[in-house]
């Protein structure tokens, strides 16, 4: 057992922190809910009106099917050109290895502002049209360098000694990558194109410069908060969160799962050389 | 070429960078043979196995597999397979199906593998283990699995790189009974490698000493033990004491060294002028007795219990290093840490070993870390 003093102040800073970090996400989800379309305080009563107007609005229909098209097509892209980037890094001449790991895990550092002015130059300069496309290709430049920083930890956690085994008896390097490579990285791997449809599903900075005439579900939030304020606005922002922390659920039971794959291997080893 | 030679290395030269590993190493293997590469860590000999292997290609040089030259064949297209350090199974496999890896990715199907996998489960008693895990696996038994997986494909050379060396001692002793019954068994041929002197002494066929990146030595256990070729193959294979004497006098095959400010009378077996030689002296020749009873003054520095005997480190005045010594436990009483004692050996017992362009720079310390 730790002895912890548990100081009063500390305790009242504590919770203090956690209302004022969760209660306004309360406040948004309640007034999802609400009868009529104040947003403040008293709470009249409970309805499912404001989903319902929300759910049939064609410009919200429209707006989601925007933002699942652009993060689907953004985490298929990352998943293949990041696991591509981060297993060639692993077998790149070793001088190498840090300053390209650099290259392609940069542009995490660099403000959503600049990315967003900078490919909207970029792309007025080669006369690409704005679109869905233009939007994928930014999320892409946003969302490449997380799926690279977890695929190249999980690939480096590796032990090399299996892909020279599997090479060893007769695999090709292609069918190495498919048996022994994959069938232990894929959790992670998973993981993170769950994290990269999230991030990509929710960013909006980047996004505001390079769309077109089209929304996507953070730009219809923020056009409708210009025009009226009603609970509508609660809603998609529920919709939104829920997404979203549904995703990185997804992403965390397949880390879950791939550490206590690890563990059982670490234990084996373990019992290995006691036994 | 010799038609019964299964593996040879023509003049195998590998470089790191500015690095020698391995300087023009040949060696030629016969069908069959069980041959250990042995040295200390860092000697070139994980790097000779895995350019034969296929996973380094040599700097200069050739491989050669039943007088194919596989040089620069990439390792998945080699008649050879390994076992490694830590077994390396395939966790996401069961024990079964990571001995039919190789047997799948070949193409082999239906009873014909059916057969050889039960075969090679059988061959290193693992019957009834199919269905396990390698983290419901032992050490030992993941070694074996290893082992399996490897000779189902009936390589042309099994090649080993340290196999048994993350095991423990009672297991690696058992391991090494299954390794030479797996190795009479299948008559394969096996090159092995390992730093652990005494694994090598009792498996092998044949031991090459590496040391430095080039061969000190090839023989047969028994001529390694008893005629070591230089003052390391001696303190590696057997922990020999190196001495560093003087030869007063040679006549035949004896002579008479300056040793500790005495003369002795011993015998060479090689020509040797006056000069600087080594004389090379098992621990297990070396007799202790209470002090002033002739020979060399020493004091006894420390003293370990080793079951069949003890084993002493005495400080001999005008010796860079402490004399090893192993005393049966039978010959008299044992003596104690700050005894004085006198050192003798039957002159007979010995070997003087002249200086050569090789050995003369050689330090006992170089290898203080290996085993």
Redesign the interface.
């Known amino acids: 057992m730790s002895v912890t003093q548990r100081s009063p102040v500390t305790f009242v800073v504590t919770i203090l922190a956690l209302v004022f970090l969760y209660v306004p996400l309360a406040v948004v989800v309640l007034f999802s809910f609400h009868a009529t379309g104040a947003l403040s305080f008293p709470f009249t009563g409970f309805s499912f009106r404001w989903y319902e107007e929300t759910l049939s609005s064609p410009e919200f229909r429209a707006a989601l099917w925007n933002s699942t098209v652009v993060a689907l097509s953004v985490s298929f892209f990352t998943l293949i050109l990041g696991t591509m980037a981060a297993y060639g890094l692993m077998r790149c001449r070793p001088r190498l290895r840090a300053p390209l790991a650099a290259l392609f895990f940069l542009p995490i550092t660099l403000p959503g502002l600049f990315v967003g002015i900078s490919l909207l130059v970029y792309f007025a300069r080669l006369g690409v049209q704005l679109s869905f496309a233009t939007v994928a290709i930014a999320h892409f430049v946003f969302v490449f360098p997380y799926f690279f920083l977890i695929a190249t930890a999980a690939l480096d956690r590796l032990d090399p000694a299996l892909e020279e085994a599997a090479s060893d008896l007769g695999a090709s390097p292609g069918t190495v990558f498919r048996k022994v490579t994959l069938p232990q990285v894929w959790p992670i791997l998973a993981a993170a194109t769950a994290l990269s449809f999230a991030l990509s599903f929710d960013e909006f900075i980047i996004t505001f410069f390079v769309i077109g005439p089209d929304s996507t579900l953070p730009m219809f939030i923020f056009s409708k908060l210009r025009r009226t304020v009603d609970p509508s606005i609660n809603v998609v922002s529920t919709l939104l969160m829920a997404i979203t922390l549904a995703l990185w659920a997804v992403a965390f039971i397949f880390v879950l799962r791939a550490a206590r794959g690890r563990a059982r291997r670490a234990d084996a080893l373990l019992l290995g050389g006691a036994s | 070429m010799n038609v019964q030679t299964r593996l040879s290395i023509e003049g195998v030269t590998h470089r790191f960078g500015r690095v020698t590993a391995l300087d023009s190493v040949s060696l030629a293997i016969e069908e069959g043979e069980l041959v250990t590469l042995l040295g200390p860590s860092g000697c070139g000999k994980t790097t000779l196995l895995r350019i034969i ?3 380094i290609n040599p700097s200069e040089g050739r491989v050669v597999v039943e007088g194919r030259d596989v040089t620069g064949v ?4 080699r008649p ?3 076992v ?5 199974l ?3 496999l069961d024990v079964r199906a990571n001995v039919a ?2 047997l799948q ?2 193409g082999i199907r239906g009873e014909e593998a059916d057969g050889r996998i039960a075969e090679a489960l059988r061959l290193v008693r693992l019957e009834g283990y199919e269905q396990r895990r ?7 038994q ?1 070694q074996r699995v290893a082992l399996a ?2 000779l189902v ?1 009936r390589p042309r050379v099994l090649l080993l790189d340290e196999p048994l060396s ?3 001692l009672k ?1 690696r002793l058992e391991m090494e009974v299954e390794l030479r019954r797996v190795h009479r068994e299948t008559g394969a041929t096996f090159v092995y490698v390992t730093h652990d002197q005494r694994e090598a002494l009792a498996l092998s066929d044949r031991i090459v000493v590496f040391d430095n990146g080039h061969i000190e030595q090839v023989g047969s256990p028994d001529e390694i033990y008893h005629a070591p070729a230089s003052p390391f193959a001696a303190r590696f294979v057997g922990d020999a004491n190196v001495i560093a004497v003087d030869v007063v006098s040679a006549q035949g095959d004896r002579a008479v060294v300056a040793v500790g400010g005495i003369h002795l009378d011993v015998a060479s077996r090689v020509e040797v002028g006056a000069g600087p030689a080594w004389l090379v002296l098992r621990p297990e020749v070396v007799r202790l007795s209470s002090a002033h009873n002739g020979g060399l003054r020493g004091l006894v520095l420390d003293s370990a219990f080793r079951g069949t005997g003890f084993s002493y480190r005495v400080q001999i005045d005008g010796l860079a290093e402490p004399m090893k010594a192993e005393i049966a436990a039978e010959h008299g009483a044992p003596f104690s840490v700050g005894d004085d004692v006198s050192v003798m050996w039957e002159s007979s017992s010995c070997r003087l070993m002249p200086h050569t362009a090789t050995n003369v720079d050689y330090h006992q310390s170089d290898n203080e870390s290996a085993d």
């Open positions: 292997a296929g996973f990439p390792p998945h297209k050879v397979n390994m490694f350090q830590r077994a390396a395939f966790p996401h890896f190789g990715v070949a390698a983290h419901e696996l032992s050490g030992g993941m997986r490897a494909n993350a095991l423990d297991i």
